[in-house]
């Protein structure tokens, strides 16, 4: 029988992170060593040896969240048009930024610290996402960077839905938006939340273009 191999020490940590991380989520900073110990099927004993502390735990935890960076996979999907790359990261990066402003927040002064030491690799991963439009430069009225900018900003603003209980728009309408502008091309009736139709100039269309 071939035996199994043992994990390395940095393996058997992420392994125990992942275990744990929903139960964070529900307890937050509240969580006991004893519930993640039952978390992550181990003693207790082995997480102080893994981590010396519930303390060092959290804030491994969410260094671990942080630092993934998810932008990259969009050069090996295929994905062949701006509104293919635009309609896949915008999705990504909401279902992301939605877990880390949850986790962030149930981590309160941990998630805070981790989330100051991470600022420079955030302000990196801007570029690194940059990089997903250059194939599309001809088709965008502002730089790269601006477009990674603007995806990314608008991806944050509806993942945390700025604080309000019930978010007010969805991924859709934020494509929308992205892809074509907020004006009306057309003179069509109100829209449903009856809001009046915009005449548009005739020099708007290419006022629309993202």
Do not use: C
Not at 164 to 192: F, K, M, N
Request: aromatic share 4%; hydrophobic share 50%; proline share 5%.
């Amino acid at each position: 029988m071939t035996p199994i191999p043992r994990l390395s020490g940095d393996d058997r940590r992420a392994q125990i992170i992942e275990a744990v991380t929903p139960a964070v989520l529900e307890h937050g900073l509240a969580i006991t060593t004893r519930q993640l110990a039952d978390a992550a099927g181990v003693a207790e004993g082995t997480l102080f040896k893994a981590f010396g502390d519930k303390e060092s735990l959290l804030l491994a935890l969410a260094e671990h969240h942080l630092s993934i960076d998810e932008s990259g996979e969009v050069g090996v999907l295929g994905l062949d048009s701006l509104e293919e790359v635009v309609t896949w990261t915008l999705r990504v990066l909401v279902d992301r930024m939605g877990f880390i402003f949850r986790l962030i927040m149930v981590l309160g002064p941990i998630g805070q610290r981790a989330a100051g030491a991470a600022r420079a690799d955030f302000e990196a991963s801007k570029h690194r996402l940059a990089e997903r439009f250059v194939p599309f430069r001809d088709d965008l009225r502002v730089p790269p960077v601006v477009a990674a900018e603007v995806v990314r900003t608008l991806a944050w603003a509806a993942a945390s839905n700025w604080g309000e209980q019930d978010a007010v728009s969805s991924v859709d309408d934020i494509l929308q938006v992205l892809l074509h502008g907020i004006a009306r091309t057309d003179a069509g009736p109100a829209d449903p939340a009856g809001h009046p139709s915009a005449a548009v100039a005739a020099s708007a269309p290419e006022a629309q273009k993202v």
